[in-house]
C-alpha cells in the first residue's frame, strides 16, 4: 500500500481513539491495537494483490489526485513512484481510440452506486500495448457527494491476444472449409457427369450386343452350329450381367453424391415393404418374417428404403437353400446406442472374410450359385456411414448372417429393448 493509502486511511483513526478514550478513558492502547491491526491488514492486502497479480488505486475527486500501487503502474510499463499522479497523466496512457468508451465508464460509476467494469488498451513507454480490465465504484460522504473512486485493474493482454489467435485461426480454418466446399462440389458434379456418361456410353454397346445376339438366335438358329449358339447365349448373359453392374454403380454413386433429407422416418414400414418386394416377385417361396414394430431413426427415407432392400435382399438370397427359412428385423440396446439388425438362417459365412463383406465387387460364395452385381453391401456401408452410423456383419457357415448398424437416434423416441417375440411384419 503507497503512503497515500496509509495516510487516508490513518486519517480515521482520531475519530476512533477519541470514542475510545470517551469509553475506557485510556487511548493509547486502543490506538496501537488499531495501528498493528492496520499495518497487518495493510500488509494482507498488499500480499493478495501481489499474489493475484492485481493493481489497485483511489482518485480523490476533490484534490485531483490518484492513487495507485506498485502492482498498477507496473501494468501500465511504469517503475515504482513513476506514475504522474493525476487523471491526465493516466489518460495519456490510455490508447486514443479507447478512452472515450474509458472515460464515459468512470463517469457512469460516478453517476450510480454500483460498481462499473471496462475494458481498454493502455501504451508503455517503450511501445508496447497492454489489455486491462478494471472494475471502479464511486466513495460519497454522509451527504451523498461523491469524494474518490476506487478501483482495481487486471491485465489480460494474454487472454486477449489468445482470443485475437483463436479468431485468425477461425477465420483461417472458415476460409480453408469454403475452398475445400468448393472444390468438392466442383469435383462431385464432375464425377457425377463422368459417372452418367460413362454409364450412357457403355449401355449402348452392351444393348447392341445383347440385342444381335438375340437376333442371330431368332432367326439363324437352325443355321448355327450347336456350340455357336451357346456362345451366343454367353454373350447375351455377359451383356446382361455388365448392364447390371453398370446400374449397380450408378445407384452406388447416387447414395454417394446425393444431398441427405433428414426426417423422422418409420424403419420398421420400410423393412415390411422391402420384404413384400422379394416377396412378390417370389410368390411361391415361404418366408417367416418378423419386424419389430416401433422402430425410427432420423435419416433420409430414401436411403433407408435402399438400405433394407438391399440387405433384406441379401437375407432373401442367401436363404434360398434352407428348408425353414426366417428372417428377422430389430433392435437391441448396446450400452446408450440403439443397434438395428437383419438376421437370418441362411448359409452364413466364414468371418475370416469378414474383412470383405462391404467392398464392391468382393464374393464371398460363387455367382453361380448366388447370383448378383456385389454391389448392395457397398451401398449399405456407404449409406450407413453417411448418416454418421456404421455397419458390421457376424456370420458362421451353415447357420446364417446377422447385419448389425447403428444411426442418429430420434430425440422424442423412447429406446426399445430388442422383443424376440415380435409380431410378424410381412
Excluded at 163 to 168: M, T
Excluded at 181 to 207: I, N
Aim: hydrophobic share 40%; with cysteine.
Amino acid at each position: 500500500m503507497s503512503d497515500a493509502h496509509r495516510a487516508s486511511a490513518a486519517e480515521a483513526l482520531p475519530a476512533a481513539v477519541s470514542f475510545g478514550e470517551s469509553a475506557e478513558g485510556d487511548a493509547a492502547p486502543l490506538q496501537s491495537a488499531l495501528q498493528s491491526t492496520l499495518r497487518l491488514s495493510e500488509e494482507r492486502l498488499l500480499l493478495t494483490q501481489q499474489i493475484g497479480q492485481v493493481g489497485s488505486f483511489e482518485w480523490n475527486m476533490h484534490s485531483g489526485r490518484s492513487c495507485w500501487t506498485p502492482e498498477l503502474e507496473a501494468m501500465h510499463g511504469l517503475r515504482p513512484g513513476e506514475f504522474g499522479g493525476n487523471r491526465a497523466s493516466w489518460e495519456q496512457l490510455v490508447l486514443p481510440e479507447d478512452r472515450p468508451a474509458v472515460m464515459a465508464a468512470v463517469q457512469q460509476a460516478i453517476d450510480s452506486d454500483e460498481a462499473v467494469e471496462g475494458e481498454w488498451r493502455v501504451r508503455w513507454p517503450d511501445g508496447t500495448v497492454r489489455w486491462l480490465v478494471g472494475r471502479f465504484r464511486v466513495i460519497r460522504d454522509p451527504s451523498g457527494k461523491a469524494q474518490s473512486v476506487i478501483g482495481v485493474n487486471v491485465d489480460i493482454t494474454r487472454r486477449k491476444l489468445a482470443e485475437l489467435e483463436l479468431r485468425q485461426v477461425n477465420q483461417q480454418l472458415e476460409q480453408l472449409l469454403s475452398e475445400r466446399t468448393e472444390q468438392f462440389g466442383g469435383l462431385r458434379r464432375e464425377l457425377e457427369a463422368f459417372t452418367y456418361s460413362v454409364a450412357h456410353d457403355l449401355r449402348a454397346p452392351l444393348r447392341g450386343m445383347n440385342g444381335f445376339a438375340k437376333l442371330l438366335l431368332d432367326e439363324h438358329l437352325e443355321a448355327l452350329p450347336g456350340q455357336a449358339r451357346e456362345w451366343l447365349r454367353h454373350i447375351q448373359g455377359n451383356a446382361v450381367a455388365m448392364s447390371q453392374l453398370v446400374d449397380g454403380l450408378l445407384a452406388l454413386a447416387k447414395v454417394t453424391l446425393g444431398q441427405l433429407q433428414l426426417s423422422q422416418v418409420d424403419l420398421s414400414e420400410l423393412a415390411r415393404a422391402a420384404i413384400a418386394e422379394h416377396a412378390a416377385r417370389e410368390p411361391d417361396r415361404q418366408v417367416s418374417v418378423t419386424v419389430e414394430p416401433g422402430l425410427s431413426a432420423w435419416a433420409d427415407r430414401g436411403l433407408m428404403h435402399g438400405l433394407f432392400v438391399n440387405l433384406l435382399a441379401n437375407a432373401w438370397k442367401f436363404t434360398r437353400d434352407v428348408p425353414h427359412p426366417y428372417i428377422e428385423v430389430g433392435c437391441q440396446q448396446q450400452g446408450e446406442a440403439r443397434v438395428y439388425f437383419v438376421r437370418d438362417n441362411g448359409v452364413g459365412f466364414n468371418m475370416e472374410y469378414a474383412n470383405k463383406l462391404f467392398v464392391p465387387f468382393q464374393r464371398l460364395h460363387a455367382p453361380r450359385r448366388f447370383p448378383g452385381t456385389a454391389i448392395g453391401l457397398a451401398a449399405c456401408h456407404r449409406i450407413v456411414a453417411r448418416h454418421g452410423g456404421r455397419i458390421w456383419g457376424q456370420g458362421k457357415v451353415g447357420e446364417g448372417a446377422t447385419f448389425f448398424f447403428t444411426l442418429p437416434a430420434v430425440p422424442s423416441v423412447q429406446p426399445r429393448a430388442f422383443n424376440s417375440s415380435s409380431a410378424p411384419g410381412a
